[in-house]
């Protein structure tokens, strides 16, 4: 009995370092200049470089850095896609390399990466996007491990050729919120052959009888919205509507005053217009923020950067204790009471 009341302890001991030692490190990094957005020829080369570095208080880190497809999401995340799915007529990715594609940083260590972009002679007209994904690779050697990722939009305008800057309203619809508020939600295509930034949404309601109920305008968007994008513009009504049908006049412009597209239609509020989807609001953005566009088909995320021809982003994964930890806590208070016994 002496004995086993002794070895359960020395157990417990050996089960909270095994997760402790298994818990995984952190992980960051930050990227200087990783945007690029200007004119190139056809028949040009151009060599843009941006910094990749930790901070001193990081641990060392293995750096992995691809060239993917621009996407881009509903909510005007931007996402990088693979070249599987990099299929649009204005991607940048099949001309842009890497001088290093992998490399090691030492805490508080910083490394120059050049990415070559050699536009075609026969590249055609507008607007080619890109996405470098900069990422570690997992960090931690236990049961949980923790991966950050940054992504820098490169945007090339076609110099000497035309740029088309339209748009298309598809669908308008009401969306009953959680909070008894009422959402027109309009879905608009950019149809140009170029990106644009500061688009606006503005919704006039009115009921039944023509009468003017209320409406909202939209904060212009900090996201580009890229040729062939399909996102969701979410405008909140200030008050809630009443169940029934109305009219939404919804409009898309830009910071100078170019209508894109204005369309009229009906919609009807119900009860259950909460089940109809679910919209990630794009109102509220500030300025200096990054949008998270979720993991991409590799499960990577990617981060979207704003309108700054400089970024300066760090985003490091924090997750909770690992199971083997809350495995280890678990146990000792198993062995501590069957120690009572």
């Known amino acids: 009995m002496k004995y086993r009341n002794n070895l ?52 060392p880190v293995d750096i992995v850095i691809d060239v993917l497809g621009f996407g881009q999401g509903a909510d005007l995340s931007y996402i990088g896609l693979p070249p599987g799915k990099d299929t649009g007529q204005y991607s940048a ?40 994904n900069i990422h570690n690779k997992p960090a931690g050697g236990g049961l949980v491990s923790i991966s950050s990722a940054i992504g820098a939009p490169m945007m090339v305008t076609i110099k000497g050729q035309p740029v088309i800057e339209t748009g298309y309203i598809a669908d308008i619809k009401a969306v009953l919120k959680q909070d008894g508020k009422t959402a027109i939600v309009t879905t608009f295509k950019n149809t140009g052959n170029h990106h644009y930034y500061g688009a606006t949404n503005a919704v006039t309601i009115t009921d039944a009888s023509g009468k003017q109920v209320t409406s909202v305008t939209l904060d212009p968007s900090l996201t580009a919205i890229i040729p062939e994008a399909t996102v969701l513009f979410e405008a909140v009504t200030p ?17 100078n005053g170019t209508l894109l597209d204005s369309k009229k239609m009906t919609v009807e509020v119900t009860s259950t217009s909460a089940q109809q989807t679910l919209i990630i609001p794009v109102t509220q953005r500030t300025p200096d923020s990054a949008s998270s566009a979720g993991p991409n088909s590799d499960g990577v995320n990617i981060i979207g950067q704003n309108s700054s ?11 909770g204790p690992s199971p083997l930890m809350t495995f280890g806590v678990f146990a000792v208070v198993f062995l501590l009471k069957y120690r009572k016994k």
Do not use: W
């Not at 120059?112 to 507008?126: E, H």
């Not at 008050?239 to 910071?255: C, D, F, N, R």
């Open 309 to 319: 021809s400089q970024i300066m982003v760090k985003k490091t994964y924090s997750p």
């Open 239 to 255: 008050i809630p509507l009443q169940q029934g049908m109305y009219t939404a006049e919804s409009k898309v412009t830009l910071p």
């Open 93 to 132: 990715r099949p001309f842009i390399t890497i001088d290093t594609s992998t490399f090691t940083l030492k805490p508080g260590e910083s490394r120059s990466v050049k990415a070559t972009i050699a536009v075609p002679n026969n590249v055609g007209a507008g607007g080619r996007y890109a996405l470098i």
């Open 8 to 59: 359960l302890p020395c157990i417990a001991l050996i089960i909270l370092l095994a997760a402790f030692f298994c818990t995984p490190v952190r992980a960051g990094l930050s990227v200087a200049g990783g945007k690029y957005m200007g004119e190139i020829a056809p028949g040009e080369t151009y060599v843009h470089t941006f910094t990749v570095s930790t901070e001193p208080t990081d641990d």
